[in-house]
C-alpha cells in the first residue's frame, strides 16, 4: 500500500544567458530529473513554468518519502556520475535554490480525485512567521484558510511544509528561505479574479495573523512536466 509523501524537494531555477533555455530544458527534463527518480524514496518529479512575469522561471518538485532520503548516499553517488553535459551546465545556471521540506499538511477538495493532480496551475506561498506567532498562524492556516481556499473555483488541494534545510548556488547564495511553504494545486488559471480568493485572505483572523508574517513570498506556475519514477 503506497503511503503519502512525508517531503518535498524544491527547486527553483533560472538558467540565464549562458545556458539556452532549450539546451537547459532537455538536460533537466531528460537527464537530471530521471536520474534523481532512480534513488530510493525519490517519487515524483514535477515541473512548472513561471506564469507571473517573476524570476526564477523554473520550479520543479520532488515528493519523497521523508526527508531524511533527500541527501542520502544513493543521491550523493549521483555526483560521482555526472556526465560532461551536466558538469558544464551546473556552474552556469545563473539562479538555483534547493530546499528540502517536511509534510506537516495536507487537504484535498471533497471532488478531487488522484487522476487531478497534479493541477495545470500551482500556487507556492512562503512565509516566515515570528516564533510567538506560530502556533496562532498554523491554526488559522488549518482551521479557516484552508476551508475557505476550498471554495475557490478550481483548487483541488493544498499541501503545507516546513523547511528542514536549503542551499543554493549562483544568485540563490545568501537568499534567504522562509520556514512555512504552502503549495496550492488548481485547475482553473484564473482562480486570483474569483471573489472567493478575494474572501479567502481578507478575514479579521488573517489580518491578527498577518502581523506576526516577517516576510512572504507567492508565485504563481504552470504545468510543464511529470516525470514518474522509473520502474
Not at 479567502?200 to 504552470?222: C, H, N, S, Y
Request: proline share 7%.
Amino acid at each position: 500500500m503506497s503511503t503519502a509523501p512525508q517531503g518535498l524537494v524544491l527547486i527553483l531555477a533560472e538558467n540565464g544567458p549562458a545556458i539556452a533555455d532549450d539546451r537547459f530544458n532537455d538536460w533537466y527534463n531528460n537527464e537530471h530529473a530521471p536520474a534523481r527518480l532512480t534513488v530510493p524514496g525519490y517519487i515524483t518529479a514535477t515541473r512548472y513554468q513561471a506564469t507571473d512575469s517573476q524570476k526564477p522561471t523554473y520550479l520543479t518538485v520532488y515528493d519523497i518519502s521523508s526527508p531524511d532520503v533527500a541527501d542520502c548516499p544513493e543521491f550523493q553517488a549521483l555526483k560521482h556520475k555526472a556526465s560532461d553535459n551536466e558538469k558544464d551546465i551546473m556552474p552556469k545556471i545563473q539562479f538555483l535554490s534547493r530546499r528540502i521540506y517536511q509534510t506537516i499538511g495536507a487537504f484535498t477538495h471533497p471532488a478531487s480525485v488522484p487522476s487531478s493532480f497534479p493541477g495545470k496551475y500551482v500556487l507556492t506561498a512562503e512565509l516566515e512567521v515570528k516564533p510567538e506567532f506560530e502556533e496562532e498562524f498554523n491554526k488559522w492556516f488549518n482551521e479557516e484558510h484552508m476551508g475557505l481556499l476550498e471554495k475557490v473555483p478550481g483548487w483541488l488541494r493544498g499541501r503545507r511544509y516546513s523547511l528542514v534545510t536549503s542551499t543554493g548556488r549562483g544568485e540563490a547564495v545568501g537568499k534567504p528561505v522562509f520556514k512555512y511553504l504552502a503549495v496550492h494545486d488548481f485547475d482553473n488559471g484564473d482562480f486570483l479574479k474569483t471573489p472567493e480568493w478575494a474572501a479567502a485572505i481578507d478575514t479579521p483572523w488573517r489580518t491578527k495573523v498577518m502581523e506576526g508574517v516577517l516576510g512572504m513570498e507567492v508565485r504563481q506556475f504552470e504545468l510543464n512536466k511529470i516525470m514518474e519514477k522509473p520502474l
